[in-house]
């Protein structure tokens, strides 16, 4: 557990213009712990990173749109973000943390405070997912709401969960690229299977964590290379999200500034950039225009 400061404190102006509309698909708030306090069985208790950093850092990057993340720390109890979404109407939707066997009250209950997913993590360091057969059927059941499943998983259980992940009805986004290791280079195994994965229409990625992936100092030359071929081969599945405020980072905390330039190597041409941080955004989240 930690409660260090996991954001950079003063990220510097990004020098590529982002288009009007531009969205950040993945970030997270923290407290205030006064209001909205940590889970009991939290593994991990950052500081507190609330909504007003979040939205004054948005507004220096150029980012006019945000799909807010629930992070473990708080567990099922969405109210944090929930406030967060309320507080910029139209501008914010967000994702759950909601056990498989949620009731449809609840879902729709989530669906009216603007939430359009829940997010499952397969990850060491975070609380358990659902089960393959409970996936396959709360997806049944999310259908009917227009949701989708957000999966964080650890690169080397992408090709044991594949084949559940591509019989689901319901969109499907796989987190931070998979979180596969860049250090190992493009053809290695895991990677090679996220590809595959990603031959099914309704699987998305995103191309986030360049970061997390790369083991070079910035500007993470290997992870982008990652992010740039997945934006090459799958220009209508991609998203991108600065993963802000940076939980459980391996070192000191990233420039979202940085982060941000990253883009005119991930998606080079304008045309790449509106897609995945305006058209593909409005599609999958609905949000309104």
Not at 105 to 129: T, V
Not at 204 to 227: C, I, L, N
Not at 248 to 269: E, H
């Amino acid at each position: 557990m930690t409660n260090e400061i996991t954001y950079h404190p003063s990220p510097s102006r990004p020098q590529l213009t982002l288009p009007p509309g531009a969205c950040d698909t993945h970030c997270h708030v923290f407290g205030p712990v006064d209001r909205f306090p940590y889970a009991p069985e939290a593994t991990y208790r950052p500081a507190e990173a609330p909504k007003e950093k979040l939205f004054a850092l948005h507004d220096m990057l150029g980012i006019e749109r945000a799909v807010i993340v629930q992070s473990g720390c708080h567990g099922f109890d969405n109210s944090v973000t929930a406030d967060a979404i309320a507080s910029r109407p139209g501008r914010c939707l967000g994702v759950a943390l909601l056990p498989p066997v949620v009731t449809d009250e609840e879902i729709a209950r989530h669906d009216r405070l603007g939430f359009r997913a829940i997010r499952f993590n397969y990850m060491a360091h975070l609380r358990s997912g659902a089960s393959t057969d409970e996936l396959a059927a709360l997806a049944a059941r999310l259908e009917r709401f227009g949701w989708y499943l957000l999966i964080h998983m650890q690169a080397d259980l992408i090709e044991e969960m594949a084949p559940s992940l591509a019989a689901l009805p319901v969109p499907v986004v796989v987190d931070h690229m998979g979180r596969i290791d860049a250090s190992a280079g493009l053809e290695q195994a895991p990677f090679k299977a996220l590809m595959r994965l990603l031959e099914h229409e309704h699987v998305w990625v995103k191309v986030s964590g360049a970061e997390r992936a790369s083991r070079q100092d910035p500007p993470y030359r290997d992870g982008v290379e990652f992010a740039r071929r997945l934006v090459e081969t799958f220009p209508d599945r991609v998203l991108w999200g600065t993963d802000w405020p940076h939980p459980n980072f391996r070192a000191a905390p990233p420039d979202d500034g940085l982060l941000t330039d990253l883009l005119a190597c991930i998606a080079p041409s304008e045309e790449s950039r509106q897609r995945l941080l305006v058209e593909n955004p409005m599609t999958l989240y609905r949000f309104e225009k």
